[in-house]
């Protein structure tokens, strides 16, 4: 499975913001865009860029991207799939990108991170409908059951990332057994997509 596998908290500061990449880790102190939020590189600190319309394009697509943990080629498979969708381009890329089985378990709180839920799929802990996923990719559709398989719901990391963690499950989906499982009752709506994100401005770009 191909993956960045750099310094995370390198792409919070290159956008100048934090994507909550690191889990806990971003809620504290020792985040690095805490201590130096300009961009990374020798010359990051002294660097000044005109605010050109295709930047500000750029920077969105290539935040949405790292939020979500997409390479380019996925993300414009999903793109291009989201233009033959009826509705908002858009709305239909993040609806997509919300729905991978990453993200719901990211969503659910089994992962303190979307990096984290993400390798809780690849190793197996996540079952659809009853059957292991083991691809993070993988699209949920309305009315999936997801769950964390039987044996995986005693791990420490997973328990502690249900215990503990402040995060509230989005209103498309339905929590159940403590927390263990949802339901996908419904589409996510872009109200409820959470992410500091134009949508409209990466439509325009790959438009062009």
């Not at 990211?106 to 993400?118: C, D, L, P, V």
């Not at 503990?164 to 996908?184: C, H, I, K, M």
């Not at 109200?191 to 949508?199: A, L, S, W």
Request: glycine share 8%; proline share 5%; charged share 30%.
């Amino acid at each position: 499975m191909a993956r960045y596998t750099g310094p995370v908290c390198r792409l919070c500061r290159r956008e100048k913001m934090k994507l909550f990449l690191k889990g806990a880790k971003c809620d504290s102190m020792k985040c690095p865009i805490e201590r130096r939020p300009y961009p990374p590189g020798e010359h990051g600190r002294d660097r000044v860029r005109q605010g050109s319309e295709y930047l500000a394009q750029l920077r969105e697509k290539q935040k949405a991207r790292r939020i979500y943990g997409v390479l380019e080629k996925q993300f414009v498979n999903l793109y291009e799939q989201a233009t033959h969708q009826s509705g908002i381009t858009g709305e239909n890329l993040l609806r997509m990108l919300e729905l991978r089985l990453d993200n719901v378990a990211y969503r659910a709180g089994w992962g303190a991170s979307r990096s984290q839920a993400r390798q809780l799929v690849r190793h197996g802990h996540v079952q659809v409908n009853g059957k292991r996923v083991t691809i993070p990719s993988y699209r949920v559709r309305q009315g999936d059951v997801v769950a964390l398989v039987e044996k995986s719901r005693q791990l420490i990391i997973i328990r502690h990332n249900v215990d503990t963690l402040d995060r509230q499950v989005p209103p498309w989906l339905e929590a159940e057994a403590g927390g263990l499982q949802v339901t996908v009752r419904s589409l996510p709506e872009r109200e409820h997509i959470d992410v500091p994100v134009r949508e409209q401005l990466i439509i325009e770009l790959y438009s062009k």
